[in-house]
């Protein structure tokens, strides 16, 4: 069993285990004498403190590999003639990392090169077709279900149990980021059953075949308007990503992008506009870029207890793989 994504889980019986965990009324140790190995292609955190101290306070040990730097370049393509500047293959780092740990969480961001190949997730499958251990997902070119089960725990805890009218919004970044929180954000408010509202400008569309997975499960609308998004909202995202049709074209997506800076920020206008809403951003966060400082420093900012939650809720993943 793996958490690649959080069609993996039970998000509801996931919460409230991650909630047991954080009332201190779960005491589980499930990883007492056992260690677990993150594998972090990109820098992070949030996501490697928050596994660090989770794999502790479950009674494990966390093994932290960093490919290219602690460890071994690493190539993940099959059939590859690796006379280039990859050492290992993942078929080899996979199988023996799994005979000292009994778990192997991943980070690895989408390059924005070639949409086609990034949003099949190449490099999370492949460490999953070799691994007889439990993968999870800590952030891939698709997905980061850590993150968006976290944002599901705040919603609840602030905002209490139903149906929530929730929006999404793309902002304005001065340089193109991958769609795996926006993604799993928007798939995991759909499983909750939350009236979703995914704002953005034209020609910054999500993954289709995603979307199309969204509505089969809950009510989106997507709009190209942001000031009628904000209008009666409960709950604000804030997240910029890059659109798919410039994968490979990074300054053509800037150049796209540019006309968008003063419009597509979160500020204490568009907040007025909606219902006593709380605003959510998974963070690092760009201040007065994605958000202004009047709305990250107001009572209605909940970013904090967003990245506290990423703990709990993680230790409750843990818990059940394993």
């Known amino acids: ?13 996931l919460i409230q285990s991650a909630m047991r965990f954080k009332a201190g009324d779960d005491q589980c140790k499930p990883l007492s004498g056992k260690s677990v190995a993150l594998v972090f292609f990109n820098p992070s955190l949030r996501t490697r403190a928050s596994m660090q101290v989770g794999i502790y306070e479950l009674g494990g040990n966390p093994v932290v590999l960093e490919p290219g730097g ?25 199988r023996v990392l799994e005979r000292y740990c009994v778990a192997i969480g991943v980070r690895t961001f989408a390059p924005l090169k070639n949409w086609q190949e990034e949003r099949t997730d190449p490099v999370l499958n492949a460490f999953a077709k070799y691994a007889s251990v439990p993968i999870i997902n800590l952030e891939s070119a698709m997905h980061h279900p850590c993150q968006s089960a976290a944002d599901m725990m705040t919603i609840r805890e602030k905002l ?32 909750m059953g939350h009236d979703l509202v995914i704002a953005h400008p034209p020609g910054y569309e999500l993954d289709e075949d995603l979307l199309e997975t969204i509505r089969e499960r809950g009510n989106v609308e997507i709009t190209n308007n942001i000031d009628a998004a904000f209008l009666g909202a409960e709950v604000i995202y804030a997240k910029s990503w890059g659109g798919k049709q410039f994968y490979g074209d990074a300054d053509r997506d800037l150049e796209e992008r540019a006309q968008h800076r003063d419009r597509w920020i979160v500020n204490e206008d568009k907040m007025s506009r909606t219902n006593k809403a709380i605003f959510m951003h998974c963070l690092p966060v760009r201040r007065n870029v994605i958000v202004t400082d009047a709305v990250i420093d107001s009572s ?20 059940q793989l394993l």
Do not use: C, Y
């Open 70 to 94: 602690t460890s071994w370049t690493l190539e993940h393509r099959e059939s590859a003639v690796m006379d280039g500047d990859k050492t290992e293959h993942v078929a080899e780092f996979v």
């Open 1 to 13: 069993m793996n958490f690649l994504n959080t069609l993996d889980s039970d998000l509801n019986h």
């Open 160 to 191: 209490g149990a139903g149906r929530k009218r929730v929006v999404l919004t793309w902002a304005w970044h001065p340089k193109a980021l991958p769609m795996a929180v926006p993604n799993s954000f928007a798939l995991a408010a759909a499983q």
């Open 300 to 319: 209605s900012s909940v970013v904090i207890d967003e990245a506290e939650n990423r703990l709990h809720v993680q230790k409750a993943v843990m818990a």
